[in-house]
């Protein structure tokens, strides 16, 4: 019996990606760039059937909802179209982390699925033409392929070489509850925010202003660049004409105890949000000690990863 497995890590944006130029290609509205989470992965194993059997099937260990199920098979569907293959699995996708409260796993997951897929159909393809496949899936998958650093514009992904390649990320993990709306439904909803005209131009220019302050070793202008960023792709949320947010009490006094940690020492770590309501913070390796106090502080309260 062939069984593939393959790992693949999620990964934060510190510019986002909100909104879609082209919906069916998972085409961005602007460009992204993120920071891949080395220390958490999405694993599948894809077990081959038997030749006769025309379907796929879940292994009962697998933490995927229902619709994730389906947006799996109809992503593997894709793939077996374009490779022109046969071949139905059991499937089987696990995460060392909590899934579904934006800490990207749809990223990581559909990055493993797409790697794995091409793995167990025998093709031989670039890494690149892999990230533009898995885009189709799920936009932010395309980022996992290039660690640390991935830069996204339009169809073409990359890794970019910038100055802090092994930064401490952690995540304070507010609720590991499921969200109500799904990413691609924020992208769709954005789009009514009367905010929404002007946010490529915004994201782009943060992007450009934030590369600079990677190369200039300016990391108070980073992480200035990081907030006002995750508070765009926020408030975009909460002015879309069908209003919705993930913010909860517990994300406000986080949000408010790292900013007057930043206040209070004129440093600290980056700080950012994706769709969900827990914070990401990323250190420069040679802050080790304010990582131990501001994880010794919330761990007292909150999950830390
Ligand atoms: C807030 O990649 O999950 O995490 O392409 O519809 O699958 P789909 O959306 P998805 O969107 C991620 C949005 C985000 C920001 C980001 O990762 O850039």
Redesign the pocket.
């Known amino acids: 019996m062939r069984v593939t497995e393959i790992s693949m890590p999620p990964?934060i944006?510190l510019i986002?990606?909100?909104g879609?130029k082209d919906e069916a290609k998972?085409i961005p509205s602007n460009a992204?760039l993120?920071y891949a989470l080395g220390n958490l992965k999405s694993t599948v194993r894809l077990t081959n059937l038997e030749n006769e059997i025309d379907h796929d099937e879940w292994d009962n260990q697998s933490q995927l909802s229902e619709i994730e199920k389906t947006r799996f098979i109809h992503h593997l569907n894709f793939l077996r179209k374009y490779f022109n293959i046969q071949q139905y699995f059991e499937i089987s996708s696990n995460n060392n982390f909590p899934a579904g409260c934006g800490l990207?796993s749809?990223?990581s997951s559909f990055a493993a699925l797409t790697k794995c897929a091409i793995t167990a159909f025998g093709v031989k393809i670039s890494i690149s033409e892999m990230a533009a496949l898995s885009r189709q899936g799920?936009?932010?998958?395309c980022r996992s392929f290039f660690s640390p650093w991935a830069l996204w514009k339009n169809e073409t992904v990359e890794a970019i070489n910038l100055p802090y390649q092994n930064l401490i990320h952690h995540v304070i993990v507010v609720s590991n509850s499921k969200k109500d709306i799904s990413?691609?439904e924020?992208?769709r909803r954005v789009q009514t925010s009367l905010l929404f005209p002007g946010r490529d131009k915004r994201a782009e220019l943060r992007l450009e202003y934030l590369l600079q302050s990677f190369e200039d070793k300016d990391w108070a202008k980073s992480y200035k660049i990081l907030w006002q960023e995750f508070w765009d792709?926020h408030a975009l949320f909460e002015t879309a004409e069908e209003s919705f947010g993930y913010l909860l009490p517990d994300t406000l006094f986080v949000l408010n105890y790292l900013r007057n940690y930043w206040i209070s020492y004129q440093d600290g770590p980056l700080v950012t949000m994706?769709?969900g309501p827990n914070i990401h913070v990323l250190f420069r390796e040679d802050q080790f000690e304010q990582v131990e106090k501001i994880k010794q502080f919330f761990e007292s309260k909150f999950l830390v990863l």
């Open positions: 990964n944006a986002k990606y909100m879609k998972n992204s993120s990207a749809s990223a799920s936009g932010s998958s990413s691609s924020a992208h792709m994706d769709a």
